[in-house]
């Protein structure tokens, strides 16, 4: 257990609809990481929130959005989707500098599968 | 624009062997690089990290190198083992705890 709890683990949902996918960062961790990897790609940026503040943004689609709540906790809202959504969605959490891991975990993952 | 390339998506090794896996970049902003390993159906995990002070770090069996002014770096593992058989993604960022730019991955197969 990486301490970084993704939820859920499936997610099976049709074209046009809208999903949400949560994630619970390691205990004090301020920071998460969203990140998307479709079949055969890398790890995929999408956005970053320190502290419940959005820091930076990556290929992230305009259907896509995301916030951190003051619990610290993070959601990824994805709507309007189309089957070139299908991937796993990861998020990552880091906190103090901790040269063991560069304070970056990662969670388990969702795989949502757009039909 | 991929800014890290890993340009080899598959590597097999025999146990015992030496593994290499290797990685381009082409920012060169980029002052911290990563290797990440990941299983099947779990999240990538931390394996070594190099910063651009260093051209080499090891740590037990894993020895990342860096060059610079090739803008290329390396993961060695030796020797070998089957269990090492994973996804290895190179990550590199500007600076530390920003986003990590991630390569494609290469899947290594350790054959026993």
């Known amino acids: 257990d990486s301490g970084v709890t993704q939820t859920p683990k499936h997610l099976i949902t049709a074209t046009g609809q809208r999903v949400t996918l949560r994630c619970s960062p390691r205990?004090?961790?301020?920071?998460v990481y969203w990140y998307q990897q479709s079949l055969d790609q890398g790890l995929q940026f999408l956005i970053h929130?320190?502290?419940?503040?959005?820091?930076a943004k990556g290929n992230i689609l305009e259907r896509f959005s995301a916030q951190q709540f003051p619990d610290l906790h993070s959601e990824l809202n994805l709507s309007s989707l189309e089957l070139g959504d299908s991937a796993l969605y990861f998020c990552?959490?880091?906190?103090?500098?901790?040269?063991?891991?560069?304070?970056?975990?990662f969670g388990s993952g969702t795989r949502l599968t757009v039909v | 624009d991929q800014q890290v390339k890993q340009n080899s998506p598959s590597l097999s090794v025999q146990e015992g062997r030496i593994s290499i896996l290797n990685c381009d970049y082409t920012?060169?902003?980029?002052?911290?690089f990563l290797w990440y390993k990941k299983y099947p159906a779990e999240g990538p995990t931390f394996l070594i990290s190099?910063?651009?002070?260093?051209d080499k770090n090891e740590d037990g069996r894993f020895t990342v190198f860096l060059n610079k002014s090739a803008k290329h770096l390396s993961l060695h593992i030796v020797p070998s083992q089957p269990g090492d058989s994973a996804v290895y993604f190179c990550?590199?960022?500007?600076?530390?705890?920003?986003?990590?730019?991630f390569g494609a991955g290469t899947i290594l197969r350790v054959k026993s």
């Open positions: 205990s004090g961790d301020l920071s």
């Open positions: 990552a959490s880091s906190g103090a500098r901790d040269n063991s891991n560069y304070g970056y975990t």
């Open positions: 929130y320190y502290n419940g503040e959005e820091r």
């Open positions: 990550a590199a960022s500007i600076g530390y705890g920003n986003k990590l730019v």
């Open positions: 190099i910063s651009s002070i260093k």
């Open positions: 920012n060169s902003m980029f002052d911290y």
